[in-house]
């Protein structure tokens, strides 16, 4: 069987340096916002032509401290609308309401499955306050069309990059990433972290993940316990050095699927070459999803869908239900993702051609 994605064989390159990190980890005896943090932190600024980050907990939390943060310096205030795409995971929604935020949702383009510009006027109001972009399977949104609709409108540009890590960078007021294992960049658990120019904003969301306390005892917000563990850090800044080859491994793959692949009944991914796009997932659409996963499955190819409910329709948005967005659940019905990583061996990525050109 050909994994969909094999996280122990993309781990155990590393197995040596991270034995390595855990006795050091042991040895500091420094559990919490240690040196590990303090340096991956620096790291992925760099990485990410940044000023700032702060290691969070989660790619959830990262997403929501933006959003509080901007509550607390008053850029937002509870109540305000935020446009999000309606064709995306349900963090990205759950993090506008988890800040007493009002989330708008708006169709993508089915060729890209990112939010579509084009539509994005029509539902903004007077409350109307940011964009949440997400950066989706790894693809940049259109962000210069985005940045013109922000400008002309006054309104906070928000990324969640949590699929995105490496991709050319956009041009928003803050980042979200999330290190969840199978991420681009993936730790051994959970972490995330955001990114961001804006020292203002820097500081309190480096406060608010510690209880609200810039200074021992002393708490300046409300704050939450949401700080990127050490261990986690530790083993993020053995993986990092490696996250531009293995994105333009993906790419290689990726480009043999696109011009390999032929087969009438499947539709392959919108991809321009460029290095908008680090494949954190390589996403085809048929109309008979279940039947080519079922077939794929038979001849040894192991499959996910990402996502088949989209958030609209999820029983926790009940207030959501009602509302109609043709294109995004026609991509919820008929997406599926191939195996697609940087230890996917070229024989594999042939035979996976094959059964798919077969079918």
């Known amino acids: 069987m050909i994994k969909f994605y094999d996280l122990q064989k993309i781990n155990q390159r590393y197995e040596k340096a991270f034995h390595e990190k855990t006795e050091q980890f042991l040895q500091r005896g420094w559990y919490i916002l240690g040196e590990e943090v303090k340096v ?3 790291n992925f600024a760099t990485f990410c032509q940044s000023k700032y980050c702060i290691g969070v907990g989660n ?13 607390e310096l008053g850029k937002l205030q509870k109540g305000d609308e935020v446009i999000v795409p309606a064709n995306t995971y349900i963090a990205s929604v759950l993090a506008v309401l988890q800040a007493d935020l009002v989330p ?7 060729a890209t499955y990112n939010l579509n510009p084009d539509l994005i006027a ?5 409350r109307t306050k940011a964009i949440l972009v997400v950066h989706l399977y790894g693809q940049l949104a259109e962000m210069d069309k985005i940045e013109a609709i922000a400008k002309q409108h006054n309104l906070l540009i928000v990324e969640d990059a949590a699929q995105s890590h490496g991709a050319e960078l956009g041009v928003g007021n803050a980042k979200a990433y999330s290190f969840y294992p199978s991420k681009n960049l993936g730790c051994l658990g959970d972490g995330g972290a955001v990114v961001t120019n804006d020292y203002d904003l820097n500081r309190i969301i480096r406060a608010m993940r510690n209880y609200g306390s810039e200074q021992k005892y002393v708490n300046d917000f409300i704050g939450i ?3 990127l563990d050490e261990l986690q850090a530790a083993f993020l800044n053995v993986k990092l050095p490696d996250l531009a080859l293995d994105n333009q491994k993906r790419r290689q793959i990726a480009k043999r699927y696109l011009s390999e692949i032929k087969n009438d009944k499947i539709v392959l991914p919108f ?7 680090v494949f954190h997932l390589f996403v085809i659409r048929t109309e008979n999803r279940n039947e080519l996963q ?7 190819i192991q499959t996910l869908i990402h996502y088949p409910i989209p958030p609209h329709l999820q029983k926790a948005l009940v207030a959501f239900n009602a509302l109609s967005f043709p294109i995004t659940e026609k991509i919820h019905r008929e997406v599926l993702s ?9 024989e594999e990525v042939s035979s996976i051609i094959q059964v798919l050109n077969s079918y």
Do not use: Q
């Open 40 to 42: 991956f932190e620096e």
């Open 59 to 71: 790619g959830l939390d990262a997403l929501v401290l933006i959003f509080k943060a901007y509550i």
């Open 104 to 110: 708008v949702l708006v169709e993508p383009k089915l």
């Open 122 to 126: 029509e539902k903004i109001t007077s």
């Open 225 to 227: 316990n949401s700080r």
């Open 271 to 277: 991809y321009d070459g460029s290095a908008n796009h």
């Open 294 to 300: 079922e077939y794929l499955n038979e001849n040894g």
């Open 338 to 346: 191939l195996p697609l990583s940087p230890v996917l061996t070229n």
